[in-house]
């Protein structure tokens, strides 16, 4: 690709290249952006083969097979090359014409190339299998030694995975299962959902403990034995005969002021009539209030320290001294 950039002056090589990096960080995360910039580089540069490929492939993430069709056509007589021939192939299928798809995995092109765009086209040929409705020969045409080539291979696992897949659909189902194993072991990228078909396959059900909705999910799918969830839920859910934290303090602060009234009920027993004797005490008991005529409400001043309530002027005072 730099080698046909410095056929482009300076400055627009270098704004065709930008287009084309974001362009390639793009083709994954968000293909629509990826697009965008694809046709900014292809308005630049249209007779460049690199633009031509990249814009065929941001037009095929984002299923614009006749779009990309076009750009892989151009790129391919500019080029020479026949690299781009399955995933031509495959924008046939994406046309709905698999019939043209299948005769291009019979064209002389596929002799060239290498093993990896082999092994594509034969995965392309089998999903025109499928599509036409012929499951059996979709499987057929998966067989082959490259089934048994070593899990470092790059496409290993899409082939496995394309297999199992093909088995399961004509109701192998003990086979598919030994194959989606193999492409697990070979999707060392986590290219496929190998772990996921497994697992439908063996009847298991992942639970998102971080989900909301799993919380009233069975606790031997959230891996907590049944008896510890239990007990979690005796310890976590007061009964009825459980008292809440708060309600405990409140008891507490209940109690305490029971026992500050009876004591001021029992000075009053004893005889001590005056005001000054409710006055003291940072209790008022609500009868007593309301035979004085005093507050019963205490303000809290600094340092937690409880003011007894007072009648405003001088005539508390006054009270107080003459009870005395």
Request: aromatic share 4%; glycine share 8%; net charge negative.
């Given at each position: 690709?730099?080698?046909?950039?410095?056929?482009?002056?300076?400055?627009?090589?270098?704004?065709?290249?930008?287009?084309?990096?974001?362009?390639?960080?793009?083709?994954?995360?968000?293909?629509?952006?990826?697009?965008?910039?694809?046709?900014?580089?292809?308005?630049?540069?249209?007779?460049?083969?690199?633009?031509?490929?990249?814009?065929?492939?941001?037009?095929?993430?984002?299923?614009?097979?006749?779009?990309?069709?076009?750009?892989?056509?151009?790129?391919?007589?500019?080029?020479?090359?026949?690299?781009?021939?399955?995933?031509?192939?495959?924008?046939?299928?994406?046309?709905?014409?698999?019939?043209?798809?299948?005769?291009?995995?019979?064209?002389?092109?596929?002799?060239?190339?290498?093993?990896?765009?082999?092994?594509?086209?034969?995965?392309?040929?089998?999903?025109?299998?499928?599509?036409?409705?012929?499951?059996?020969?979709?499987?057929?045409?998966?067989?082959?030694?490259?089934?048994?080539?070593?899990?470092?291979?790059?496409?290993?696992?899409?082939?496995?995975?394309?297999?199992?897949?093909?088995?399961?659909?004509?109701?192998?189902?003990?086979?598919?299962?030994?194959?989606?194993?193999?492409?697990?072991?070979?999707?060392?990228?986590?290219?496929?959902?190998?772990?996921?078909?497994?697992?439908?396959?063996?009847?298991?059900?992942?639970?998102?403990?971080?989900?909301?909705?799993?919380?009233?999910?069975?606790?031997?799918?959230?891996?907590?034995?049944?008896?510890?969830?239990?007990?979690?839920?005796?310890?976590?859910?007061?009964?009825?005969?459980?008292?809440?934290p708060d309600v405990a303090v409140q008891r507490d602060t209940a109690d305490a002021d029971r026992t500050d009234t009876e004591a001021a009920g029992s000075a009053e027993a004893k005889g001590a009539a005056d005001p000054a004797v409710f006055l003291d005490s940072p209790f008022l008991?609500?009868?007593?209030?309301?035979?004085?005529?005093?507050?019963?409400?205490?303000?809290?001043?600094?340092?937690?320290?409880?003011?007894?309530?007072?009648?405003?002027?001088?005539?508390?005072?006054?009270?107080?001294d003459g009870g005395r």
């Amino acid at each position: 690709m730099t080698q046909e950039l410095k056929s482009l002056p300076k400055t627009l090589a270098e704004d065709v290249a930008r287009n084309l990096v974001m362009v390639a960080r793009l083709l994954d995360d968000d293909p629509e952006r990826a697009y965008a910039y694809s046709r900014v580089a292809l308005r630049l540069a249209a007779r460049v083969s690199a633009v031509r490929e990249a814009a065929g492939f941001a037009s095929y993430v984002t299923e614009k097979y006749a779009e990309a069709l076009t750009e892989f056509r151009a790129a391919r007589r500019m080029s020479g090359s026949v690299e781009l021939w399955p995933v031509m192939a495959d924008c046939e299928r994406g046309l709905g014409r698999p019939e043209r798809a299948l005769a291009m995995a019979g064209a002389p092109e596929v002799r060239q190339l290498d093993r990896a765009g082999q092994v594509e086209m034969r995965l392309v040929a089998a999903g025109a299998r499928r599509d036409m409705g012929q499951p059996e020969a979709a499987v057929v045409t998966l067989q082959g030694p490259e089934l048994g080539a070593p899990s470092s291979q790059p496409w290993a696992a899409r082939l496995r995975y394309a297999y199992a897949d093909a088995l399961l659909e004509v109701g192998r189902e003990a086979e598919a299962r030994e194959w989606f194993a193999k492409a697990l072991e070979a999707d060392t990228a986590g290219a496929t959902d190998a772990s996921d078909r497994l697992a439908e396959l063996d009847g298991l059900e992942f639970v998102d403990a971080l989900d909301p909705e799993a919380e009233d999910a069975d606790p031997e799918l959230l891996g907590a034995e049944p008896d510890e969830a239990a007990r979690a839920r005796t310890d976590s859910e007061p009964g009825e005969d459980d008292a809440e934290p708060d309600v405990a303090v409140q008891r507490d602060t209940a109690d305490a002021d029971r026992t500050d009234t009876e004591a001021a009920g029992s000075a009053e027993a004893k005889g001590a009539a005056d005001p000054a004797v409710f006055l003291d005490s940072p209790f008022l008991e609500p009868g007593a209030a309301a035979a004085t005529g005093e507050d019963p409400v205490a303000d809290e001043g600094e340092g937690g320290d409880v003011q007894p309530a007072q009648d405003a002027g001088e005539s508390g005072d006054e009270a107080v001294d003459g009870g005395r």
